[in-house]
């Protein structure tokens, strides 16, 4: 395992360190308790915006606490759900008498343990909903399975709905944006490589030097389908026909058009990848109006990409538009 | 069953060592069909409860699961620290008030678990979870209990129980979890949760058995 | 070799076109002649600031191409100094009757192509100056080597001398800050894996499970000395100490903190590393004014990172907190 | 020599099928002390070229080395593209007007050339670079010019020198190029440069040889 950390069980607190070093203008950090919240909260009339996951996906939350977006960010070990007392210490941090809003990936552990937090931060009269982001479309969406995974649609959601809320909007508001992005938004990622939790010392799985996996998520477990490696055009394309037919996307539609690298990829390649959505897309009538390339939904040093369309209309350009400031996304200020 | 506290705690004790001893294996069973930290996390959520339980001697068996359940719910995270947190909290409940544990204290205190975790989890037996690790471990001991069985004999039965159960998962589809996520390729591995299950089963029916006369 | 391409080379023309469909408010692209231009110029009057080298180390430099940074880049093959005809082609498209900076990496390829198109630039009666950045002290400056090597130093000056550009500045003014900032950096990297070029399909070198690279570049060469893998802390130590005996830094000193990552390396780590950075620079009474942490001069997929820290004064915060507007880089605006 | 031209035409061809031979043995010493790059530029280059003075059949000899110059320096970039494209365009600026090229013509072309690539790079023998091929090609091809050798021997005795100035770069610290950043560890490997220099003369002695009468 080649890492650039010192010991396993350490890189998450020490992560934290270096962002509250790194950003102490945005932050403030409780290593100990392994919460990150916006410096000026709490915002009095402000709805509170809080997500949380395990590490290894950095930027994302961590890198999006800050003016226009997340209020607070709850970091477990890596792909580990945070626990309810990081999501408790988080609302209450950042609650500023309108409510709180939990946005929350859906994978089995994050939704019971922010499920238990909510409960807690209710118990002491704070004002909690929460909005499930499944954005996923490599998984069925069915009885069969726990339901679809909460990708890089997040990062979009987060961005729009802390938008709203940074404009004083009601909870009621809040809350409907951020699920009005979850029901326009789709994504679908793609593995070259595995990646090594610290803990684990070795990959979590193994690909050979002439293979894929498809339809994977962000926590380095295998996908849905290991395939003979294939050309970036021919990638792009088996991406992002599910989520076309998905949602599905027509003709005539704006969208933003979100290319993530899984954060083992060189940025030239995600351009590359792009250059091939944004071909399909046009030859379906289908407009990016909004781009977003690089690495912000990660899963540790994995080599892949994901690509996420949300559907826009005024509203949300509008709200994607909206000045942000944090370490990892920032604009308008 | 008497000094039911100082087994207890030597229960905690040896499910600490079992989860440290075992973490690798789970961790590489959660790397099958998941993502690589189901023993990292047990055995970080263990080692914050056996110093915890530590200062705790003497106090009842109940406080001492109380205080297990609240550590797991602050430190495993992921899937398995609520369902853990709540098995244990729910144990606990049923075994309040209570300072000489007998068999039929101990079956109630594992069908609230097992009914915890179905609760918090909702997943039914066959959808490859530690749920069928528990169903058939908590069956056996019913029908161990009903049968006047002893308390060590039955716990022993359930702890053959869980191993079967957990064995069971290898074949099967998971459709809760992180594993679900694979489909078909779940099918052949056995399920981390289930394993876990089975070893905490079995570590609880070693200490009472070591323990009785 | 795995990678999300598809002719190895056709990399650099693709990237060029996914670049202009993901970024058409800000740039115009000739993947014919390889070059990256700021949508709005030439800017009448002002100087115009252009760059470029070999591709593969994105965002650098076309990512930073924009209002307050780069007018122009010019992107070679991989690895590969671009060609007289791409740096000619730019200083043309960005000259507003100001003159033209070229801000050249000091690598032998670099400075021959860049040199050869300065003198057809003034053939055609522009006035370009050049300024050639070296802050790597890996490499010692003598007569036994070709230099040292333009590195993370690069990001720095471009960010800084695009800032006063944009201000409308006089070719002097902007040629003296140029040089300001590089008399006032310094770098070092190091290397946990090496990279592939697409056209040699191969890693450039091979290192051990517990091996690393000190002192290595961009290009993906080896560096000045193999050793074990060491922690995180001994690694930061290593690279920040022979930085901060170059200069020398001194008590006292005020710094921009640059902790880069090479590619392959997840941004976790690039946190613990700046953690234990932020403790050094403490210990000496050296201060962190300004931070930047991420992907900004990479090589291909190297795991990795290097610091980069450059001596302020009041002028180059200014300069460094000026807005800016590029696909890599934005604030202010 | 009677019909320059086509034997210029003839050596570019040559040049250029070299190149794309040894693209990958080039790439791999370019790896062990570069940045991997060498080969991949040069065949570029010289297929690039190719067409070009293909279509320029007839022209003279320095017509046909001009083009090769510009269009270097227009595709292969790096270190090579401004080094090789200045050799090509002083080796043209040697032979303009000539139309029958004899051997003191050809040296003339060298020297230039050789001139034109230290001027250029600034390197001087012994710093591990393709001035290590070329300047005991040239010494060669001198002293076998004013021995009064035919102009294929005397390429012949060029050829053989830079493939022992290439050879002779194998125990060379590098002071010059990227390959002076490795320090000693740049010490064992031939240098790529001085590869493809010697690759050059070679194609050019064997063209002339095999068109000689
Ligand atoms: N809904 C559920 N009900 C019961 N057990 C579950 C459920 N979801 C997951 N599990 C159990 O949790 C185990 C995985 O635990 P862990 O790795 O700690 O969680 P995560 O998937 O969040 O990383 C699985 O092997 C399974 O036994
Ligand atoms: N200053 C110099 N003078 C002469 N030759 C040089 C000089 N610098 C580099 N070279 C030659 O260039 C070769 C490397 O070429 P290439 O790989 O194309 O360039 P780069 O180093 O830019 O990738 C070296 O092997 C060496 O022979
Ligand atoms: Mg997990
Ligand atoms: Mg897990
Ligand atoms: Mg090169
Ligand atoms: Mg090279």
């Known amino acids: 395992m080649k890492k650039l950390i010192n010991r396993p069980e350490d890189v998450v607190r020490e992560e934290l360190e270096g962002m509250a070093a790194a950003h102490p203008d945005l932050l403030r950090v409780d290593p100990e308790l392994q919460v990150i919240i916006r410096k000026d909260a709490p915002i009095e009339g402000k709805v509170g915006v809080i997500s949380g996951g395990g590490s290894g996906h950095e930027p994302l939350h961590g890198g999006f606490v800050g003016m226009g977006m997340l209020d607070a960010a709850c970091p477990g070990a890596v792909f580990t759900s945070p626990v309810p007392d990081q999501m408790l210490e988080a609302t209450k941090a950042v609650n500023g008498g309108a409510g709180v809003l939990h946005i929350v990936k859906n994978y089995t552990g994050d939704v019971m343990n922010f499920e238990l937090a909510a409960e807690l931060a209710q118990a002491e009269g704070i004002e909690v909903r929460s909005v499930i982001i499944n954005d996923d479309v490599a998984v069925q969406d069915s009885l069969y399975t726990a339901g679809r995974r909460g990708v890089g649609g997040t990062v979009l959601a987060e961005k729009i709905t802390g938008a709203l809320a940074e404009r004083k909007a009601s909870l009621d508001e809040v809350e409907a944006v951020c699920r009005k992005v979850n029901e326009n938004v789709r994504s679908m990622g793609m593995a070259l490589t595995s990646c090594t939790v610290p803990t684990a010392g070795k990959p979590t799985f193994e690909l050979g030097e002439n293979e894929m996996e498809i339809g994977i998520g962000i926590h380095g ?36 058009a979100f290319v993530n ?29 909004r781009s977003l390339v690089g690495d912000y939904i990660t899963s540790l040093e994995m080599a892949g990409v994901s690509i996420t369309l949300l559907r826009l209309d ?5 709200l994607w538009d909206a000045p942000v400031h944090t370490p990892a996304l920032r604009w308008g200020v | 069953m008497g000094n039911s506290d100082a087994i207890t705690l030597e229960i905690l004790r040896r499910i600490t060592e079992v989860m440290r001893e075992n973490a690798e294996e789970l961790t590489r069973l959660d790397s099958a069909i998941g993502d690589g930290d189901h023993g990292t996390n047990m055995a970080r959520g263990f080692n914050a409860v056996l110093p915890k339980v530590e200062a705790m001697a003497g106090q009842p068996p109940a406080a001492l699961l109380k205080t297990t359940a609240t550590t797991l719910i602050s430190t495993v995270g ?7 947190g709540t098995a244990f909290l729910r144990a606990a409940t049923a075994l309040d008030g209570k300072n000489d544990i007998d068999e039929r204290d101990v079956l109630a205190a594992f069908d609230a678990a097992l009914e915890g975790i179905k609760a918090r989890g909702k997943a039914s037996p066959g959808e490859k979870t530690m749920v069928d690790a528990l169903t058939p471990a908590v069956d056996a001991l019913r029908a161990a209990v009903e049968q006047g069985l002893d308390l060590p004999t039955a716990l022993d039965h359930a702890a053959a129980a869980a191993r079967t159960g957990m064995e ?46």
């Open chain 1, 221 to 256: 477990e295998p996908g849905r389908q290991r395939l003979p490696l294939a050309s970036a055009d021919e990638i792009t394309e088996m991406l992002v026909t599910p989520i076309l037919e998905d949602l599905p996307f027509r003709r005539g539609d704006q969208v933003l």
């Open chain 2, 168 to 213: 069971a998962t290898i074949p099967m589809l998971a459709t809760k979890g992180r594993a679900s996520y694979l489909g078909e390729r779940s099918i052949g591995h056995q399920d981390p949760g289930a394993t876990s299950s089975y070893l905490i089963v079995q570590a609880i029916a070693d200490v009472v058995r070591e323990n009785s006369g």
């Open chain 2, 78 to 84: 992921g899937a398995a620290g609520p369902l853990y």
């Open chain 1, 261 to 289: 690298g899984m954060g083992g990829t060189p940025l030239m390649e995600l351009y590359i990848v792009f250059r091939q959505l944004h071909r399909i897309l046009s030859d379906r009538g289908i407009t990016i109006a």
């Open chain 1, 314 to 318: 005024d509203q949300l350009i509008d």
